[in-house]
Each structure stands twice: as C-alpha cells, then as structure tokens.
C-alpha cells in the first residue's frame, strides 16, 4: 500500500484523481452534444443522482488485527479467473468519446485483465474489436430485436463465432428513455448514424433492407433496437441458440431475479442503466442486498450504475456482487487519454479497493461477505 501511495505522490498528478475531475476534463474534450448524451441520465436525474448519493448511505464497519499485508481482489466468473473485480459496462458509440472508440477501450481492458463488453451498438464491429483483443475477455451485449429475431440470433453467432465468452441481454431498453438534455441539444446519436458497426457487418440485418442507402440502414437498426414485446419466452430462446452463459442485464426487483433463477439465466447485472432508463427508480446498490438474499450464490450477480471509487465497489461485493462493472468513469477516461486513459482510470479503481480491502481488514474476496456493511 505504502508503493501505491507513493507511485501516486511521485508521478501520476498527470491525470485526473476523483471522477469529477475526469468527468470535467471529458466535458472539455467532447462536442457538447456528445457528452451531454453521456453524461446525462432520464427525466429530472433523480435516479443519476440517487445512484451515487446511495453509496454514501451504506458505511463500513472495519476489522482490526487481520494480516492484510497480500491482498488479493481476484474473481472467478464463467471459469475466468480475473486480477480484479471490474469489468466495463456496456456503452455504445464511443468514438463519440475518442475516435479510436472501442478499439483503445478493449486494449486497455485487455492490458489490465478485466473483461470488456461491447455494445450491440459499438462505433467498430465485434469481430473487428476481438480482433484487437484476441486473448483479453469480450462478453457481448445484446438489444433483442423484436421486429427480427433472426438479426439477434445472427449476432449471438458471430460473437460466439469471434471467441465472445458470454451474452448480456439488456432488459431495461423496451424503448429509449425520456432524456431531455438529448432533446435541447438536437442529439440522436443513432439517428446520426453513430452505432451501426455490428449492424452493417450484419449478413440477416443487412438483407432485410429494402436497400443500402444511409437512410435505410439508420431507419433500419431504429426498427431493430426497440424490443418493447420482449418477455422472458425469448431470454430462453436465446439460451436454447447458443452454448455461451446468458446474463440479464437490468434487474432490480427480487422477484425478476427469482425469474432469472427459473429461466436458467447464469448471471443477473443489476442496474439501472445509469439512470438514463427510467428515472425515479431505485439506486443499484439499495436493490442488491434483497437481489442477494434470493439468489443465495446459485448465479453470479453483477452490479452497475454510480460506481465511482473503489470503495463503492467494496460495498457492492461485501452486499452480494460478485463483480462491479463501471460505465461513465472509463468513458470519460477514454475522452480524457484514449486507450492510457482508460487503463489510468482502472487502475485508479484498483488501487483504491486495494486500500480499502486491506483498511477494512479484508486480505481476499472471498472474505467479503463476512465484511459489515450498514445504513450509515
Ligand atoms: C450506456 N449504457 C448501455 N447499456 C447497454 O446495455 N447497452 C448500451 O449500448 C449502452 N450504451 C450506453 C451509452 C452511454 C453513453 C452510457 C453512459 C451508458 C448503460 C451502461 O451499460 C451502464 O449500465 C451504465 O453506464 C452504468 O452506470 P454508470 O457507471 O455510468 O453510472
């Protein structure tokens, strides 16, 4: 811990520390329609605002005396061993971020050994990013197309095809959320033609058009993002198309989780898309704790939306995730430094938990559920 502290005193005031300070100097970086669409959540923000605000209600009670001078935040997901608990959220189009998108974000979760889920909307097309990353861990995440199952399979095949190791399906995005800063400024990334990476690339996509002009293919993945008919016959149906885990990306509610229990789902994200979704919804880490108490460590869950620091990831995994996924903060690094930005933004987040494991009295992950966490 001493070598942390000291790395960070001696050389690294060259990025940014705390999330604002990179959030603000994203905001520098980016066109302001873009970052406004990142940075923004649905309806009035309380849930973007809540999702932070309810890390702080939840308070640590430290143990003393324990040897914590190894600590290992190592885990295990899908029969992956990973150095740490974080994995990047899904987010598309990001060279509305930085030209090199998705590219410079899976190296860098590649460099760092953390698991990079691509968008079905990504700038670059999955098998282009796979083959940036060919070892580093890619999961996939998909928008179930209601108007074209057959696109949606087509996808779930090329990932399988490309070396992904999982599926997400997003569950929150029945349709697009009520997001009034998009509105003021004018900003539909889609509809600008952002996005259409895995679409173009699409065999069963691409025929179904009634031609290939740039009108026709925007109209197009507008039709084939929107799922408000999705249920859970077609979460089963995709488990039943490939041999890869399938997670649900978007519970919150206990129940749902038991759903996911049924339908033989193997791993369940709380989230709340960042509060970009519905806004006045409950934060993901008050959800957790009942999510937990269901699913009693028969699937793994994972957990996103207001993860800022890596004590907030600590009291995630000490509430029952088993992994934390962060979405803006690595954006934002992505704006700030391209691929150096984002592994500078990780490794700010695992330093942190290290200190706070080993300050809490917590040498191992696995420990974690025995580490007191209450309303504070
Ligand atoms: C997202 N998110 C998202 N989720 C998803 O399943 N598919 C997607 O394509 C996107 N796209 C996207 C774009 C942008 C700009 C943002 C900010 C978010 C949601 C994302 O995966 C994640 O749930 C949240 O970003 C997590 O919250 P924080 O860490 O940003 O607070």
Redesign the pocket.
């Known amino acids: 811990n001493r070598d942390i502290l000291m790395k960070n005193i001696s050389k690294e005031t060259d990025f940014p520390l705390s999330f604002e300070e990179w959030e603000q100097k994203a905001a520098e970086k980016m066109m302001p329609g873009g970052f406004g ?3 923004s959540g649905a309806g009035r923000e309380e849930t ?1 605002k809540r ?2 605000e309810a890390f702080s209600k939840w308070a640590i009670v430290p143990r003393m005396l324990n040897d914590v001078s190894k600590v290992d935040m190592g885990i295990s997901l899908f029969g992956r061993r990973y150095p740490s608990p974080f994995l990047l ?6 060279v ?2 930085h030209e090199e998108g998705e590219l410079a974000t899976a190296k860098a979760a590649a460099s760092m050994g953390v698991p990079f ?1 691509v ?4 700038t670059y097309s999955l098998e282009e990013i796979a083959a940036a990353i060919p070892t580093g861990s890619k999961w996939f ?1 998909l ?1 179930y197309s209601s108007v074209n199952p057959e696109v949606s399979f087509s996808m779930v095949e090329r990932a399988e095809k490309a070396g992904y190791e999982a599926i ?1 399906i ?1 569950v ?2 029945v349709m697009a959320g009520w997001r009034e800063t998009d509105m003021r400024s004018q900003f539909s990334p889609l509809s600008q033609g952002y ?1 259409k990476g895995n679409y173009i690339q699409d065999p069963v996509f691409m025929e179904s058009l009634p031609s290939h002009d740039h009108d026709s293919i925007v109209t197009g993945i507008l039709e084939n993002i929107q799922h408000p008919s999705l249920t859970w016959k077609e979460i089963a149906e995709v488990k039943k198309r490939t041999s890869l885990p399938v997670l649900v ?2 519970i919150l509610h206990p129940e749902d989780a038991e759903m996911a229990l049924e339908y033989g789902v193997d791993g369940i ?1 709380v ?7 519905l806004d006045g919804v409950i934060a ?1 880490i008050d959800a957790l704790p009942a999510i937990a108490e269901r699913v009693k460590g028969k699937i793994p869950i994972l957990l ?5 620091r890596g004590i907030d990831a600590v009291k995630a995994l000490a509430l029952g995730a088993n992994g934390v ?7 934002y690094g992505l704006a700030v430094g391209g691929q150096q930005g984002v592994e500078k933004v990780l490794e700010r987040f695992m330093q942190e938990t290290e200190v706070t494991l080993a300050l809490s009295g917590m040498a191992d992950l696995s420990e974690l559920s025995r580490l007191k966490v209450v309303r504070g």
């Open positions: 669409y990142a940075s973007a999702n932070q959220s899904p987010i598309g189009m990001q509305l971020a889920l968008s079905t909307v990504s995440q928008y997400i997003t929150d995005t996005g990306k978007g994200i989230s709340n898309h960042g509060g970009r979704q993901s996103d939306s207001g993860v800022r996924l962060i979405g803006r903060p690595f954006l």
